[in-house]
T-cell receptor, first 113, second 114 residues
């Protein structure tokens, strides 16, 4: 079975631009979570979606938004990019909300110039 | 979620057993202990999960004392490929019972030398 897949793997943007990151969960998993990981830190929780509804949100500004589609895939959008948004963005899926373990993709490396 | 404390870094050598201890003094009754492993430029990978006493799988063992205020991840006969960051997480893992987002600390950077 395929694991969690994320696209693109790498992305370079400039300040002020907007970016969309995509995630496909493991087949049968209905919960998708997004995390931001800056160098030297552990992943920080951004959003959780379950059954196409936002179920949890971390301490991130409104420039960050996400959605989940009927097939349970998800997109993370970040507007008005700042240099500090440079990070590895990770997507994780699980069968249900609040359930562990979560299964992570290998992330999208976003670099802001 | 219970706060966890683990060493920032550890060194060991190939073939040795490595034990990484995590402190979680405020663990709640419904909380489990879960360990993840992360290699550079990859997402965290689930290693092992337990509630009490000892859990063993094909890659690691998890020892949890009776008071559950700490836990120890044991990696037998490590190799160079075990060099990674290891995260200890504590929380309710039941469907719908856990937190909506996982809380990761900085983890333990384990370096295995030849």
């Amino acid at each position: 079975d395929a694991g969690v897949t994320q696209s693109p793997t790498h992305l370079i943007k400039t300040r002020g631009q907007q970016v969309t990151l995509r995630c496909s969960p493991i087949s049968g998993h209905k919960s998708v979570s997004w995390y931001q990981q800056v160098l030297g830190q552990g992943p920080q929780f951004i959003f959780q979606y379950y059954e196409k509804e936002e179920r949890g949100r971390g301490n991130f500004p409104d420039r960050f938004s996400a959605r989940q589609f009927p097939n349970y895939s998800s997109e993370l959008n970040v507007n008005a990019l700042l240099l500090g948004d440079s990070a590895l963005y990770l997507c994780a899926s699980s069968p249900q909300r609040g359930y562990q373990p979560q299964h992570f993709g290998d992330g999208t490396r976003l670099s802001i110039l | 979620l219970a706060k966890t404390t683990q060493p920032i870094s550890m060194d060991s050598y190939e073939g040795q057993e490595v034990n990484i201890t995590c402190s979680h003094n405020n663990i709640a009754t419904n909380d489990y202990i879960t360990w993840y492993q992360q290699f550079p430029s990859q997402g965290p990978r689930f290693i092992i999960q337990g509630y009490k006493t000892k859990v063993t799988n094909e890659v690691a063992s998890l020892f949890i004392p009776a008071d559950r205020k700490s836990s120890t991840l044991s990696l037998p006969r490590v190799s160079l490929s075990d060099t990674a960051v290891y995260y200890c997480l504590v929380g309710d893992v039941s469907p719908g019972g856990g937190a909506d987002g996982l809380t990761f600390g900085k983890g333990t950077h384990l370096i295995i030398q030849p």
